[in-house]
DNA sequence: GTCTATATTCCGATAGAC
DNA sequence: GTCTATCGGAATATAGAC
């Protein structure tokens, strides 16, 4: 991995861990044994390296899509359920909504690739759910968009929140999502 | 309202807005026309006040509580339900949400308030939901705290991505939240 | 309770040597 | 690509006058 990359993924790390106005360039230097300008020669401005984890993220989400292209719904779903159990494992929480939360305070740049990142995850997870409604592996009422917002709503929203009540509530929620699209009416 | 109470109303406004690293006291006193240092008469530390924006919300939320007591547990729900609408057209975003995914950035005494606010919604959701399925007004199969933890994510997160996808989306969440609930087995 | 003034620390960012 | 050195700005916080 290059020095390039190593930023990338630190910096991916500490915004889902401290949030985007908690973590400092030092934060990094100190990680990588390098000095603080050493980063601005990768990055010339937070802003930048907030824009590059994004577009991290984004490339990581379409080769998932991909790789997941030719499975059945089921297993596609859980790939992406998956994303968040590995997540909550390291203590840290989703990087959309970690950065929503701080979106009044960050540049114009960062909003809009957080907004390209989040459309994607609705577009591929109404995807899943629309073709599991076909094939009769799913079941559910609302619209699939609908669905899927109520599905990643659990499921970001379950990282946060199981850091405040109990850690076991991130599995109660993830099992239910499961168990609740398998209903049938 | 004293000017305590207002700087505790703004802060509130601020962190569910921007994140609390990202305010300043200047962004307070400048909204009250007064100076930095009249903040920390009031205020010693930042966390001081960020603890004072906690019990001012855990105090809100018995309140309502107390309000409620005697309604239906429809109307509870709904009471708690617009909670998150009334965040939602002051286009903020809750503050649990928002403290949480800055949870390892600030001071331990926040989090522990976080954490006491945070239990009492979910003991409230999941009381409220517990009364409706006996009064078999609500229907669900998960048990009342699991069920309680979907709705509360569901709205806590609806809350930030419907700040990424489309405003509308928020209502949609809320409305199949309601809708599922009424729903036979 | 609010002010002026200031101390201190930290952070993002740049210049220029190696 | 990384270093040293440094600038400029912002933020938390305190001292002491009014």
């Given at each position: 991995?290059?020095?390039?990359?190593?930023?990338?993924?630190?910096?991916?790390?500490?915004?889902?861990?401290?949030?985007?106005?908690?973590?400092?360039?030092?934060?990094?230097?100190?990680?990588?044994?390098?000095?603080?300008?050493?980063?601005?020669?990768?990055?010339?401005?937070?802003?930048?390296?907030?824009?590059?984890?994004?577009?991290?993220?984004?490339?990581?989400l379409?080769?998932?899509?991909?790789?997941?292209?030719?499975?059945?719904?089921?297993?596609?779903?859980?790939?992406?359920?998956?994303?968040?159990t590995?997540?909550?494992?390291?203590?840290?929480?989703?990087?959309?909504?970690?950065?929503?939360?701080?979106?009044?305070?960050?540049?114009?740049?960062?909003?809009?690739?957080?907004?390209?990142?989040?459309?994607?995850?609705?577009?591929?997870?109404?995807?899943?759910l629309?073709?599991?409604?076909?094939?009769k592996?799913?079941?559910?009422?609302?619209?699939?968009?609908?669905?899927?917002?109520?599905?990643?709503?659990?499921?970001?929203?379950?990282?946060?929140?199981?850091?405040?009540?109990?850690?076991?509530?991130?599995?109660?929620?993830?099992?239910?999502?499961?168990?609740?699209?398998?209903?049938?009416?």
């Amino acid at each position: 991995m290059t020095t390039r990359e190593t930023i990338i993924a630190l910096g991916d790390q500490l915004i889902r861990d401290k949030g985007f106005n908690a973590f400092s360039f030092y934060d990094i230097a100190r990680s990588l044994n390098i000095k603080n300008a050493s980063i601005h020669y990768h990055f010339p401005s937070k802003t930048d390296l907030g824009i590059a984890v994004l577009k991290g993220q984004q490339d990581g989400l379409r080769s998932l899509i991909e790789a997941y292209s030719k499975k059945t719904p089921e297993e596609k779903l859980l790939a992406f359920l998956s994303i968040y159990t590995r997540i909550k494992a390291e203590g840290k929480v989703c990087i959309v909504g970690s950065l929503a939360t701080d979106l009044n305070s960050v540049d114009e740049k960062i909003a809009v690739e957080l907004k390209k990142l989040a459309q994607e995850i609705l577009s591929w997870v109404t995807q899943i759910l629309d073709e599991g409604k076909r094939k009769k592996v799913f079941y559910f009422r609302e619209s699939s968009r609908t669905r899927a917002l109520l599905i990643i709503t659990n499921m970001l929203a379950a990282l946060q929140v199981s850091r405040l009540t109990d850690e076991n509530d991130f599995s109660s929620i993830k099992n239910a999502i499961i168990k609740d699209l398998r209903v049938k009416p």
